[in-house]
DNA sequence: CTGGCCCATTGGCTCGACCACTTTACCACC
DNA sequence: GGTGGTAAAGTGGTCGAGCCAATGGGCCAG
């Protein structure tokens, strides 16, 4: 792992410095969607790079929507710049574990997910939450950190809120809230913590009370949040 | 333009073909994400295409995501092809405006940006979503539904939480909010209402008053979402 | 055990060549 | 004037060779 405060250095590859090059031009001309763009060799000659790496920035803003190639024809604008807004899977891949904005959203989706899963726990869902608080238990007892067990009671209560579209969000934020966690419980004492709430969150929500299991969950995001944020 | 009936000719560049031969094998061969994809000659190969095919395939592969290019390494599956179908976009556009679930997810979201917000706003933020009440009031005054200065509130209290995260995710949810809001708005009463909770919600955004915002908001959006689920 | 070096492999990029398709211009014929 | 045919120029698509930068693994010396 890098070490704190010192982060990978990442290179672009050419063809994405290339397409961010032509995306500046296309707002800085103001072009519109029909509008044609230069052939590919006058754009290699002008940006001073070869034929191929203008082909693959192309490529990237053909499958990004923005452009509609036409062999023999040109390529023609097909959206502007500014409706491809940075996609949530851009976001998340950025985000670094300690930016406490990762903290903020898990936060908002998951305490209401515990809020939702109180109202419509089913016994399988119980059972499954239960399932995976014991595999935590047995990892933290074996000296590990019982990633495995947290990750898959967090996706329980996800599922046991019996809402898809809340599940899908989650799906979305993917690697994000795994890491996070990841994180949070290699840290000295947060693994058995974090067992010992994640009981408390299950209790409240077999006992169907919707502001505890709220707030207990609010806690433990909040908890973990300045485990890492600040450790 | 072409006759009834008849369709344009479209051809696939190769490059899509071959992505989309490559996708087929990473889920015929159960591939997770970590694993490593053949190298780019062996792909070429076996394909029988030629290396810099196989390379714009990986370009727009690499865009939409689906794998990460490591030089000297390989390229590495990041999510499964299962993760790119629209799968939160599908969920978005099939969802009707009087399923609770959208109101619940609009809850977990909304109400903690509105706890951000009342965290983080600043003096341009709170002129935004004053500016919005007006033109939601003028709208309503005018015998409209306000249906545009909502929106413009409801964003405004996004952008004041500084979560670029968060902001992110609403923008994908996109006109989904939108359309609950409308189909609010026109229900008898309901505009004069929600301007006068909005107000609500912006003095306790502007007293910095986090438990305050968050409860009013939560009950705002409890409130829209009973009069179109139940009306 | 650690650090340095070497080598094989991998992706990145350039370049030139050729092919398929599109567009434009021109001409002949009705 | 309208239609069809042809040629030339321009455009994107694909191929393959070559060389460089980065990665990962193995080996050896201190």
Do not use: C
Not at 117 to 139: Q, V
């Amino acid at each position: 792992m890098a070490e704190p405060g010192l982060q990978p250095i990442e290179r672009s590859p050419l063809y994405v410095v290339v397409a961010e090059r032509l995306r500046n031009f296309i707002e800085s001309e103001n072009l519109k969607p029909g509008d044609r763009l230069l052939p590919e060799r006058e754009l290699a000659e002008q940006l001073g790079v070869s034929r191929t790496s203008v082909r693959q920035a192309l490529t990237a803003m053909r499958v990004m929507g923005l452009i509609d190639v036409r062999p023999g024809a040109g390529a023609y604008l097909q959206r502007p710049p500014a409706d491809l807004v940075p996609s949530l899977a851009a976001e998340v891949a950025k985000a670094e574990v300690d930016h406490p904005m990762i903290w903020e959203v898990r936060e908002g989706v998951e305490v209401q997910a515990a809020r939702l899963a109180a109202r419509r726990r089913t016994d399988a869902d119980l059972a499954a939450m239960s399932e995976a608080l014991e595999l935590m238990a047995g990892s933290i007892e074996g000296g590990g950190d019982g990633v495995d067990g947290d990750r898959l009671f967090h996706r329980a209560v996800i599922a046991a809120a019996h809402n898809e579209l809340l599940s899908q969000l989650v799906e979305e934020l993917g690697d994000m809230v795994d890491r996070t966690s990841e994180v949070s419980l290699t840290l000295p004492g947060r693994a058995p913590r974090s067992l010992a709430v994640h009981r408390e969150i299950l209790a409240a929500i077999e006992a169907a009370d919707e502001p505890e299991a709220a707030e207990r969950m609010r806690r433990h995001i909040a908890e973990s949040a300045n485990s890492v944020v600040s450790g």
